[in-house]
């Protein structure tokens, strides 16, 4: 069987989903796997040996460029991708009308959520086949248990295997050290830099160097100003895969709610994980290793609370 998932964004809604990939090989063997995932997360999929092959989109871009040759072009290139590929089936993680569009190009069965189980219900309207999957429950979960109703087998009771290999070789610190991540895609994400600076002295406390990520040049300011003051250390600019290796090899990680954070849990880091816009319940952090969440929608925690929760983390 050749089947192709489409889980397209964003980074931490596609670590949620990569658990299906090894709840389908169990249960069904020799089952080929394509991920559909837009270009900038694409190098997630591609840390999975589960998968095939991770065929890149750019609708983000191409939305805002409708009236070009060159995006109609992209578009028809993909689409004959998907059509070659011959798929016996595709599963849709995401549920929103842009991905259960982009599942029927691929000229095969379509299987999703139903009307009652995600954001957008049109979307149910293009699937030939539906699963109703409660929206309380965790984003892991979710995808577990739509992957379970339409693979035909019952929902594993082990823990969600997460099956991401991080590259090696590549940029690395050296000696010990834990990771901050202080950046996030909105402001109303960010916690106080003096915070930061404060788990970055408790960490330097315990031996281990705080590296403070960065990915935006307009990131890459603040992640300075926290290192210095906690004789901490800034990267370069890493990609995807590198940035995976790096959190994998950390004796800690303490981010906000972000893609990276995320990827720090399901590489079975201990991970702390910062919120201070929404509630971490159906998306809180979630991993192997010992991970927690903290904070809430107007429940911005304070640094005694951080420092109390990492202290619980770590190693006896």
């Known amino acids: 069987m050749r089947l192709l998932i489409v889980k397209t964004s964003s980074m931490g809604d596609v670590v949620h989903a990569m658990p299906v990939v090894a709840d389908l090989r169990c249960h069904l063997p020799g089952v080929e796997i394509d991920w559909l995932v837009e270009a900038p997360f694409a190098a997630i999929p591609q840390l999975h040996p589960g998968i095939r092959r991770v065929l890149p989109m750019a609708w983000r871009k191409w939305r805002g460029q409708l009236g070009k040759p060159a995006t109609w072009r992209a578009m028809r290139a993909l689409r004959a991708q998907l059509r070659e590929a011959a798929y016996d089936g595709?599963?849709?993680?995401?549920?929103?009308?842009?991905?259960?569009?982009?599942?029927?190009?691929?000229?095969?069965?379509?299987?999703?959520?139903?009307?009652?189980?995600?954001?957008e219900p049109a979307a149910a309207w293009?699937?030939?086949?539906?699963?109703?999957?409660?929206?309380?429950?965790?984003?892991?979960e979710r995808c577990r248990r739509l992957a379970a109703a339409h693979g035909?087998?019952?929902?594993?009771?082990?823990?969600?295997?997460?099956?991401?290999?991080?590259?090696?070789?590549?940029?690395?610190?050296?000696?010990?050290?834990?990771?901050?991540?202080?950046?996030?895609?909105?402001?109303?994400?960010?916690?106080p830099e003096r915070h930061w600076v404060a788990v970055g002295r408790r960490l330097l406390e315990l031996g281990w160097t705080p590296l403070v990520l960065w990915g935006r040049d307009e990131e890459q300011t603040l992640a300075e100003r926290i290192a210095a003051g906690c004789d901490g250390e800034v990267p370069p600019f890493l990609k995807v895969g590198e940035m995976a290796s790096v959190l994998a090899g950390a004796k800690t990680v303490v981010g906000l709610d972000t893609g990276f954070t995320h990827l720090a849990a399901a590489l079975g880091r201990p991970t702390l994980g910062i919120y201070c816009d929404h509630e971490p319940g159906l998306a809180g952090i979630t991993g192997p290793g010992p991970v927690a969440s903290i904070g809430g929608k107007g429940q911005?925690?304070?640094?005694?609370?951080?420092?109390a929760l990492l202290e619980q983390q770590l190693p006896r």
């Open 90 to 119: 595709v599963l849709d993680l995401q549920g929103l009308l842009k991905s259960a569009l982009w599942a029927r190009q691929a000229g095969a069965p379509v299987a999703g959520y139903d009307r009652a189980s995600i954001r």
């Open 152 to 191: 035909g087998y019952a929902l594993p009771d082990t823990p969600p295997d997460f099956g991401l290999v991080p590259p090696h070789g590549g940029w690395a610190p050296r000696g010990d050290y834990a990771v901050l991540i202080p950046n996030a895609s909105r402001k109303e994400k960010l916690w």
């Open 126 to 140: 293009l699937y030939q086949r539906t699963a109703a999957v409660s929206r309380e429950l965790h984003a892991v």
């Open 300 to 307: 911005v925690p304070g640094r005694a609370e951080v420092l």
